[in-house]
């Protein structure tokens, strides 16, 4: 069982908590901006585990909300389920394939949630261009949400969720609505963390929206984007820590030794 205010707490959420669109906008909002994607776990020398990413409720907890820590997507959103469906909100997990990389990787954790028989796309876990805000189930509307716009289009049966940049549309994945169980993120979260093809195996990554766009920390590229325009600056190792904690809130013990990243 999830302490729902110690949540609260953590995203700084104040608001009602009642099964309604506005409480979900609300919620999910909040934890986007809160808790930052990140893989950091994935590459610290310290953990010796066969399994470098953990899901259960209690290791999501005590990650994400006691130790203030962010996760990539089946940690954040897994967490944001377990949330919502414990204040009563009718959930169903969903599994995606990533078009942003040449791989096209399947097995992207995000959610639908129905509520009054409305159905809204929920997902705090994409990290670089990911939603913000839970979008209604309905294709070709665009989506404004801060400095940044999105929209769903159906192509042969699947749903592909796109970014707009410079008027621009991009595909950040493709899903069908057809429903996992937490288990079934086991192989995909095994793989993300393990293989050397995944991006997440070759790269340390931190990333937070902002009401006028993104930063990402992608190895020592620090890039800001603030309504539309990019700044990346190129930051040092003993940089590293300090950065990540004034712009992703993430405090590691000074001695944390990170795996030497082989391209």
Not at 141 to 151: D, L, P, R, S
Not at 181 to 207: E, G
Request: aromatic share 12%; proline share 4%; net charge positive.
């Amino acid at each position: 069982m999830i302490d729902l205010k110690k949540y609260f707490t953590r995203i700084g959420y104040k608001g009602i908590q009642d099964v309604s669109p506005t409480t979900l906008y609300n919620i999910h909002t909040a934890h986007a901006f809160s808790i930052p994607f990140e893989n950091l776990d994935i590459h610290d020398l310290a953990n010796k585990s066969d399994h470098l990413i953990k899901l259960s409720e209690e290791a999501l907890i005590e990650k994400l909300i006691n130790k203030k820590r962010g996760g990539y997507c089946h940690e954040t959103n897994e967490l944001l389920t377990r949330v919502l469906e414990q204040m009563g909100f009718k959930v169903k997990r969903l599994a995606a394939r990533v078009l942003v990389e040449d791989s096209r990787p399947f097995g992207h954790q995000l959610l639908v949630v129905t509520i009054n028989k409305e159905k809204y796309v929920a997902d705090v876990g994409f990290g670089g261009n990911g939603l913000i805000a839970p979008i209604p189930l309905k294709i070709n509307t665009e989506f404004k949400q801060f400095a940044e716009t999105f929209k769903l289009v159906k192509l042969q049966g699947e749903y592909i969720l796109q970014f707009k940049v410079q008027d621009k549309w991009n595909p950040l994945y493709s899903f069908t609505l057809n429903p996992y169980l937490a288990s079934d993120f086991a192989p995909f979260n095994y793989y993300s963390s393990h293989m050397h093809k995944s991006i997440f195996v070759t790269n340390r990554i931190c990333a937070l929206p902002t009401t006028k766009g993104r930063i990402i920390l992608n190895n020592l590229d620090l890039k800001i984007r603030n309504n539309g325009k990019n700044k990346t600056i190129k930051i040092t190792p003993s940089e590293y820590f300090k950065i990540i904690k004034k712009y992703f809130g993430i405090n590691l013990p000074s001695d944390t030794k990170f795996k030497t990243i082989m391209l």
